[in-house]
Nanobody
């Protein structure tokens, strides 16, 4: 099992940047895929990005392509989400998730491990 704790959220103006971090407990984190999801106010949770165990493969929602970058450092058991050119519509609670079966898709139900979330607010 792994435990995930997101950090790095906050208030930023449109066009600004934030970097979210998600350190994981457990020495086997390198065998887990990871993903970021977000839940805007009043809306359902949605896929943002995912990354393979090695970090060699990454996947993004169309809405964040070219602006967000997911990465991981397995020596630090940490997944990151670099968010640039932020827009007010990026405002949401951002969640880190992990899966032990190799899944990197968009279905939140397939990820067994979740953090508590971190709020990102982008002002116009």
């Amino acid at each position: 099992q792994v435990q995930l704790v997101e950090s790095g959220g906050g208030l930023v103006q449109a066009g600004g940047s934030l970097r979210l971090s998600c350190p994981a407990s457990g020495r086997t984190f390198r065998s887990y895929t990871a993903a970021w999801f977000r839940q805007p106010p009043g809306k359902e949770r949605e896929f943002v990005a995912s990354i393979s165990q090695s970090g060699g493969s990454t996947y993004y929602a169309d809405s964040v392509k070219e602006r967000f970058t997911i990465s991981r450092d397995n020596t630090k058991n940490t997944v990151y989400l670099q968010m640039n050119s932020l827009k007010p519509e990026d405002t949401a609670v951002y969640y880190c998730a992990a899966d032990a079966t190799g899944y990197t898709g968009r279905d939140a139900r397939r990820y067994a491990y979740w953090g508590q979330g971190t709020q990102v607010t982008v002002s116009s």
